[in-house]
T-cell receptor
Framework: GENVEQHPSTLSVQEGDSAVIKCTYS??????FPWYKQELGKGPQLIID?????GEKKDQRIAVTLNKTAKHFSLHITETQPEDSAVYFC?????????????FGQGTILTVHP | GAVVSQHPSRVICKSGTSVKIECRSL??????MFWYRQFPKQSLMLMAT?????????EQGVEKDKFLINHASLTLSTLTVTSAHPEDSSFYIC??????????????FGPGTRLTVL
C-alpha cells in the first residue's frame, strides 16, 4: 500500500518561531492531503487540507504546500504559540482508494517553548 | 468542522467480557466510518472500514470475529470488542466521512475511547 514518510519525528521551537513538518509519498495518484493535530488523550483534529489541483493553501497562521512533481507536502506554522504544542499527523488519500481511506504519517511531536 | 462523538470516553472491564463503543456523526450523514487503534506515541492504525448497511472491511491482521463492527445507520457505527483481554487495551478512535458530488469529503475524528482490560 501507499507509504507516507513524515519528518521530523520531534520538533522543538521557541514561541514566535516558525515550524515546518514535511511528508513525502510515492503514489502520484494521491489526490487529497490533510493535516491533523492531536492533543494528549484526544482524537485527531483536522486543521488544514489541500487537494491535488492546488499548490498552496493558507488559514491564518497555518499553511500547507504541495509539490506534486517531487511528491511532498509540508505544514507551515508561523508565530508559534505554546498551545500549538501537540502531535501533528500528515495523511493522504490515494487515487482509487476504496471508501476514502486515509494513510497516515508517523507523526511529529511539536513542542513550543514559552 | 463536523462533529463526531464517541461513547464511552473511557471504559475499564474485566478480562473475558465484551465492550461496545459507539461512534456517531452528529451533524452530517456519514456514508463511511473508520475504526482505528492507537498505541502510545504511535500513529493511527486502521482496523476496519464500515459502510452503512453492509459488512465492514477489515485490514490485514485484524480479527473480524474479535472486533465486531455494525453500521446500522448513516450516523451510527459500533465497535464491539468481544472476550476482551489485556492486550486489547488501547485507545480506539473512529472517524466519519461522507461521499458527495463524486468525491469523498473531509474525514472527521471522534474524541477516542480509552479501553483498559484488567
Amino acid at each position: 500500500g501507499e507509504n507516507v514518510e513524515q519528518h521530523p519525528s520531534t520538533l522543538s521551537v521557541q514561541e514566535g518561531d516558525s515550524a515546518v513538518i514535511k511528508c513525502t509519498y510515492s503514489d502520484s495518484a494521491s489526490n487529497y492531503f490533510p493535516w491533523y493535530k492531536q492533543e494528549l488523550g484526544k482524537g485527531p483534529q483536522l486543521i488544514i487540507d489541500i487537494r491535488s489541483n492546488v499548490g498552496e493553501k493558507k488559514d491564518q497562521r497555518i499553511a500547507v504546500t504541495l509539490n506534486k512533481t517531487a511528491k511532498h507536502f509540508s505544514l507551515h506554522i508561523t508565530e508559534t504559540q505554546p498551545e500549538d504544542s501537540a502531535v501533528y499527523f500528515c495523511a493522504l488519500r490515494a487515487g482509487g482508494t476504496s471508501y476514502g481511506k486515509l494513510t497516515f504519517g508517523q507523526g511529529t511531536i511539536l513542542t513550543v517553548h514559552p | 468542522g463536523a462533529v463526531v462523538s464517541q461513547h464511552p470516553s473511557r471504559v475499564i472491564c474485566k478480562s473475558g467480557t465484551s465492550v461496545k463503543i459507539e461512534c456517531r456523526s452528529l451533524d452530517f450523514q456519514a456514508t463511511t466510518m473508520f475504526w482505528y487503534r492507537q498505541f502510545p506515541k504511535q500513529s493511527l492504525m486502521l482496523m476496519a472500514t464500515s459502510n452503512e448497511g453492509s459488512k465492514a472491511t477489515y485490514e490485514q491482521g485484524v480479527e473480524k470475529d474479535k472486533f465486531l463492527i455494525n453500521h446500522a445507520s448513516l450516523t451510527l457505527s459500533t465497535l464491539t470488542v468481544t472476550s476482551a483481554h489485556p492486550e486489547d487495551s488501547s485507545f480506539y478512535i473512529c472517524s466519519a466521512v461522507n461521499y458527495f458530488g463524486g468525491s469523498y469529503n473531509e474525514q472527521f475524528f471522534g474524541p477516542g475511547t480509552r479501553l483498559t482490560v484488567l
